[in-house]
C-alpha cells in the first residue's frame, strides 16, 4: 500500500490505450482527409504525427513524474482531444492547428502540474489565497475584460494579443478552496445547532461561503449573463457540500435557492427573460435568438443513428459549431453511435475520476478529487443539455472536445491534480 | 473499391473501434478495481475514524480501512500510523475473526481503552466503540 | 464520504442516461420530422443534388432534360414551352411544383420506395436518382398542334397570341398524344430555381393567364359539339332516331320555350330548307331541333347522360381536372336552361378534355377510356415500376347508339352543307361536330371535336379558339392538322 516502496515500471496499459486511441483519432483523420480531397494528404499526416508524438511523449515523461499515477484517464482525453481536433480541422483546418497547438500546450501544463505543486497537501495550506485569486479574476473581467464577439458582456481577459477566459481558471480555484475548507469545517457544517423551519443548520457564519456562492452564480448569471458557468459553480459547490458532509438537504436547499433567483432573474432581466424564452419555444425565434438551437437540432437529426461520416455532413450551417456547438457537430457526422460512444468515454473518465476521490488518502484529497471530476461532469452536462434542448443554451465550452484555449490548458491542469491524487493515494495502475 | 464505399465502411469500423477502445478501457477497470479488492482479500468490515486526533498529525474524521490482522502504532510500518507521542511504535493490533473484531494491546507504554475501560491483552470491540491509544481516540465504525 | 462519492457517481449516471434518451429522441425518434421541415436547410442542400428523373415522349425525345452543374447543383433542361402547363415545373422553395413535376414528384425524385439499393446509396452520399418518366405524348404530334393553332389563327386574322387549348388522345387506349394550352410561357427561369419572384411576375403579366392549362381547366360552353352528347342520348333512350322527322316552324323556329324565345337565326339551315330529320339536324348543327330533343328527353334523363358522360365527376387524370357540368351549383334545371343545354349553351360547361373524351366514347363504340399521360415510368436500372394506368372511365352508351352517332359525324364533315367540311382528309373518313359558342364576349368560343379514321379510330381531337367565331373556319382546320400528324406517326 504505500508506493514510494514500489519498483519502477513502464505505464505499459496508458501507453497501450493510448495507441489505440491515436489509431483511432488516425482513422479519423484519414475519413475526413478521404471525404475531403479523396486521398490522404502530408498535412493530414503531419497533423496526426504531432498529436500522436505529443502524446506519446507526455506518457513517457508522466511515467518519470508521475509513477503509479493513474494510467487510464490519459488515454481517455488523448481520445476525446483527438475527435475534437479532427471535427475543429474539419470545420476550419486552421482553427484546427490552433487547437493542436493548445492541445500541445495543455500536455505540458498537465507535465507541469505533476511537477509543481510537490504534493497535493500543500495546496491546502493556501486555501484563501486560490479563493482571492479567483475572484480578483472575476472582478478584472467584469470591470477591465475584453467583449470578443460582441456578445455585450465582458468575458475575456486580454495581453498582447492572447486572451483567456478567467471562468475556465476560477474553476479550478474555487474547488481547492472549497475542499479545503469543507475538509476543515466539516463536522460544523454536518452537525448543526440552530434549526430554522425544521432544517437543522450550522451556526450562521459557516453558512456564509454558501451564500457567498449563491450571490457569485447569480451574479455571473445577471452580469455577465453566463448562465453555464453559473450553473458550473452552483453545481459544483453543492456537490462538494454533499460530499463532505452527507447532508442532502443542502443540494436540495442550494437547488432551490438557485432556482428562485433564477425565476427572479427571469421577471426581472430581460435577457435572461430572452433566453429562456428562446429555450421553451425555439421556433418562435427561428431566425434570430433560436436559429443556432434549431440548426443544431436539423444536424442532430441529419445525422441519425450511423451518421453522415466524418466531412461529409453540413455542420458548417450551424454558427460557432466549433465552440458551443461542436457536439451538434459530431452528432451530424457521427451519428447516435458516436455520440453514445463519446458519452461513455465521458462516463469513464468520471468513474475513474470519483474512484482516485475515493480512494484518495484524505478528506481534502476526496473532495479535491470529487470537486475536480464534478467540474467535467457538469460542465459536459450543461452543454450538451443545451445543445439537446434539455436545458436553456449556455457557452460553456465541452471538455477535451470544443475548441478554446483556456478551457483547453484548465483542463489539463484538472487532469493533472486527479493524477497526482491518485499518486498519492499509491494506487496501482 | 470506390472512394464513397470505402468511406462509408470505414466510418461504421470507426465507429466499432470507439466501442473496441471502450471494451479495452472497461475491461482494464474492472480488471483494475478486481485486483485491488484481491490485494485487500484480507481488507475487513469496517473503518476506524479519528474522533481526537490530539497532538497527532492525524486530523478529525481521518478514516483508515482495516485489513483482518490490523496494526497500530507510531512507526509507519504499522497498517495504521498514528504518529503522535502518546502511542507506542507498535501499540495494538486489530483482529477480525467469525464475524467480530477483537482489540489486542502489544503491551503498551500508555495502554489502550475501549469506551474508557482499559484493555488488558484483549476485549471484544462493537462497532461504535470508541478506542483511546495513549491520547488519540479512534471509533470503530461499519465501512 | 465514499458514499457520498459513490452517490454523486450514481446521479451523474442518471443524468448522462436522461441525456442520452434526449439524443435518441432528436436523433431517431423526431428525426424524421426534422429531415423533412420545409424550414430545414439541409433539407434543401439535399433536394437540390437530386438528380432529379427525365421526362421522354413516347419515342424518348427528350422533353425535360438536366444539367449537373460541378458543385453537384441540379439543373431541369426544359426542351418544349408547349409543355409547360402539362409538365409544370420543380422550385425549392414556396412556389412548390405542379403539373406532373408535381404529381410525379415521388418518382422523379427518387422518393418512391427505399429499396436497400437506394438506403446503402444514402449511406455512401452518392446524389439520389429519379425515375425517369416515358409520357404518351408524341413530340411531333404536340409539334403539328402547336404549328396548326398558329397557322389557321394567322389565317382567319387572329391574333397570334389569342388564347387556344388543343388535345388529341387515341380513343382505344386513351393515351394523350398531344394537350397545348395557348398561351403558354417558357419554364426555366422558375424550375429548379430558387429566387423565381420575377421570373413568375413576368408570366403573370403575358395577357390571358398563362399558368392555367385550358385543356384541363378551362371551362367554356361547349356550344353545338355538345349536341353529340344529346344525340347520343336521346337514341340511346329510343325516344328518337336519326330519321325523327321536324318541319316547318319545328325545324326553322323561332321557338317559345317558357315565353323564351329562340330566333329562327339559330337553325343554321342550308338555305332554303324548311325541314330536316334528326341526322341532318345534327349536321346543319340546328337549335330548334336540338332543343325540342332536349325537352323530349326531360330533365333527369338528361341529367343521366350528362353523368354517364362524366360531367359532374371529377375525372381521373395525371393533371387535376376541373369538373365539367350542365348546370351551375344550386341552379333549377328549367325548361329553358333545359332546351339552352340541349344544344351547348344554357350553363354547360366543359373542358376541352372533357369534350375530346366524349368524342373518344363515340369512337370507341359507347366506351369512354381513361386518359392517360405516363406510359411508362423507369428507374435509373432500367425497370419498369409504374405508369400505364390505362382502363375505362365509364360507358355511357351502347355500341349501336354509338355507330349512329358516328355515322351522323361522319355526315358532319363529309355529308350536303355538312358544318365540318373543312377537317376532310383526303384518303381518310373523319368524323366531327363544330362548335360556336356564345360566351357574352363579342367573338363566340370556335369549337370542333373529332375522330379519325371513323371505321377503326386511332386519334380523336377537341380544339377550342377562345373568340374564334365560327367553328366551322378556325377550329375544324387545326384539328384536321393534328388528326393528320397523329394518323402519319401512329404506331
Known sequence: MISGLRPYRPRVLELSSIIMALVLVGAAFALLAGAETGRIGTSTMLRLAVYGLAALATSLLLSRLLPGADQLLYPLVVLLGGVGLVEITRLSPSLGDRQLLWLIVGDAVLLLTAVWPRNVGWLRLYKYTWAFIGFALIAITIVHGADIGNSGYRRWIGFHGLYLQPVEFLKIFMVIFFAAYLDEKRELLAGGRLVLAGIRLPPFQYLIPLLVMWGLSLLLLVRQDDLGSALLFLGIFLAMLYVGTSRAIYPVLGGVLFAMGAVGAYFVFSHVRLRTDVWLNPWGYATTGGYQLIQGLYAFAAGGIAGQGLGLGNPNLVPVASTDFIWSALGEELGLAGLAALLLVYLLLIFRGLDIAVTARDGFQKLLAAGLVSVFAIQTIVIIGGNTRLMPLTGVPLPFLSYGGSSIVANFAILGLLLKVSREAGREP | MSVDVLLFWGRIAFLAGLYLFILYVVFALTRDLRSRSMSVEEAAPGELVVVDPARSGLSLNDAFPLMSETLLGRSPDNTVAIPDDTVSSRHGRLIFSRGSWTIEDLGSRNGTFVNGRRVTSRARLNYGDVMALGGVSLKLVRP | ?491
Open chain 3, 1 to 491: 464520504m465514499n458514499r457520498n462519492i459513490r452517490r454523486l457517481a450514481v446521479v451523474f449516471v442518471v443524468v448522462f442516461g436522461l441525456i442520452s434518451l434526449d439524443l435518441v429522441y432528436w436523433q431517431v425518434i423526431d428525426a424524421g420530422n426534422l429531415n423533412s421541415d420545409p424550414r430545414n436547410v439541409l433539407l434543401l442542400e439535399k433536394n437540390e443534388r437530386v438528380l432529379r428523373g427525365r421526362i421522354f415522349d413516347r419515342n424518348g425525345i427528350t422533353l425535360v432534360g438536366r444539367r449537373v452543374h460541378p458543385d453537384g447543383f441540379v439543373q431541369p433542361v426544359y426542351g418544349d414551352p408547349s409543355l409547360a402547363q402539362t409538365i409544370g415545373y420543380h422550385t425549392f422553395f414556396r412556389f412548390g411544383a405542379v403539373g406532373l413535376e408535381s404529381s410525379l414528384n415521388p418518382y422523379l425524385s427518387g422518393k418512391t420506395g427505399t429499396s436497400l439499393q437506394q438506403t446503402y446509396a444514402s449511406w455512401l452520399h452518392r446524389p439520389v436518382l429519379g425515375d425517369d418518366v416515358y409520357l404518351t405524348i408524341d413530340d411531333r404530334v404536340q409539334r403539328a398542334a402547336v404549328t396548326a393553332i398558329q397557322t389557321e389563327l394567322a389565317a382567319n386574322g387572329l391574333a397570334a397570341d389569342t388564347p387556344s387549348a388543343a388535345i388529341a388522345l387515341n380513343p382505344q387506349n386513351g393515351q394523350v398524344l398531344a394537350m397545348v394550352s395557348k398561351p403558354y410561357f417558357d419554364p426555366t427561369c422558375i424550375g429548379g430555381q430558387f429566387f423565381v419572384g420575377r421570373c413568375v411576375r413576368n408570366i403573370e403579366a403575358i395577357p390571358g393567364h398563362a399558368f392555367v392549362n385550358r385543356v384541363t381547366n378551362g371551362l367554356y360552353p361547349p356550344g353545338s359539339t355538345f349536341k353529340t352528347l344529346t344525340l347520343s342520348a336521346a337514341i340511346d333512350t329510343g325516344i328518337q332516331s336519326l330519321s325523327s322527322q321536324y318541319r316547318g316552324t319545328a325545324a326553322t323556329g323561332p321557338f317559345v320555350v317558357d315565353g323564351y324565345t329562340i330566333p329562327n337565326t339559330a337553325n343554321n339551315l342550308p338555305p332554303g330548307t324548311t325541314s330536316a330529320d334528326l341526322l341532318h339536324a345534327f349536321m346543319w348543327s340546328d337549335n330548334i331541333v336540338f332543343a325540342q330533343v332536349g325537352l323530349k328527353l326531360g330533365r333527369s334523363r338528361f341529367i343521366d347522360y350528362a353523368h354517364r358522360f362524366m360531367l359532374g365527376h371529377r375525372i381521373p387524370f395525371d393533371l387535376p381536372v376541373s369538373v365539367s357540368g350542365v348546370l351551375t351549383p344550386g341552379e333549377r334545371f328549367d325548361p329553358v336552361a333545359l332546351a339552352t343545354s340541349a344544344f351547348g349553351q344554357g350553363n354547360d360547361h366543359v373542358t376541352p378534355l372533357q369534350m375530346a373524351l366524349i368524342a373518344s366514347t363515340i369512337a370507341d363504340g359507347g366506351r369512354m377510356p381513361r386518359p392517360i399521360l405516363v406510359k411508362s415510368i423507369k428507374t435509373p436500372s432500367g425497370s419498369v415500376v409504374g405508369g400505364d394506368t390505362s382502363g375505362t372511365l365509364a360507358n355511357p352508351i351502347n355500341g349501336g347508339t354509338a355507330s349512329q352517332v358516328r355515322h351522323a359525324m361522319v355526315e358532319v364533315v363529309n355529308g350536303y352543307y355538312g358544318s365540318g367540311f373543312e377537317a376532310k382528309i383526303p384518303g381518310v373518313t373523319v368524323a366531327g361536330k363544330t362548335g360556336t359558342a356564345q360566351t357574352g364576349n363579342s367573338a363566340p368560343d370556335a369549337w370542333f371535336i373529332s375522330f379519325a379514321p371513323a371505321q377503326h379510330p386511332t386519334v380523336a381531337v377537341a380544339v377550342v379558339v377562345e373568340g374564334g367565331g365560327e367553328g366551322a373556319f378556325v377550329a375544324s382546320p387545326i384539328a384536321r392538322q393534328i388528326m393528320q400528324a397523329a394518323l402519319q406517326y401512329g404506331e
